[in-house]
């Protein structure tokens, strides 16, 4: 399976998805930490993906999603955006009901 190909199962498979540097306990960046204290705050699940322990990706997933830094938030497929975008659309309020509605549509499929 080419890097290409395992990246796009991950946004397939994962309804909420973080690209982050480190892990949501462990967060190894400021940026990848703030992003992870916003989505955490709205009460959703989210699946992560280290980009240090996969630097393959970490390599590729720029190209793909044309967006050159990290974290990256991906939500039912769709780049939200990175760390400043999270961290705007959790003050507005408008992130909460984002990943409420994708997790709810989600558990509907299930």
Same mark, same amino acid.
């Given at each position: +399976? $080419? &890097? #290409?190909?395992?990246?796009?199962?991950? *946004?397939? @498979?994962?309804? *909420?998805?973080?690209? +982050?540097k480190g $892990?949501?306990? !462990?967060?190894s960046?400021g940026?990848?930490?703030?992003a #992870?204290?916003? !989505? $955490?705050?709205?009460? /959703?699940?989210?699946a992560y993906v280290?980009?240090l322990?996969?630097?393959?990706?970490? %390599?590729?997933?720029?190209?793909?999603?044309?967006?050159p &830094?990290?974290?990256?938030?991906? #939500?039912?497929?769709?780049? #939200?955006?990175?760390?400043?975008?999270?961290?705007? +659309?959790?003050?507005r309020? /408008?992130?909460?009901?984002?990943l =409420?509605? &994708?997790?709810? =549509?989600?558990? @509907? %499929? /299930?």
């Amino acid at each position: +399976m $080419s &890097t #290409v190909e395992k990246i796009q199962r991950q *946004i397939a @498979e994962n309804p *909420i998805l973080l690209y +982050m540097k480190g $892990s949501p306990k !462990l967060p190894s960046c400021g940026f990848s930490a703030q992003a #992870v204290q916003a !989505l $955490s705050a709205c009460g /959703e699940r989210f699946a992560y993906v280290d980009i240090l322990q996969n630097p393959d990706i970490r %390599a590729e997933l720029p190209k793909i999603a044309n967006w050159p &830094t990290f974290p990256q938030l991906w #939500v039912d497929g769709e780049l #939200v955006g990175g760390c400043d975008i999270i961290v705007e +659309m959790f003050q507005r309020g /408008e992130l909460q009901p984002l990943l =409420k509605e &994708t997790a709810e =549509k989600y558990k @509907e %499929a /299930e």
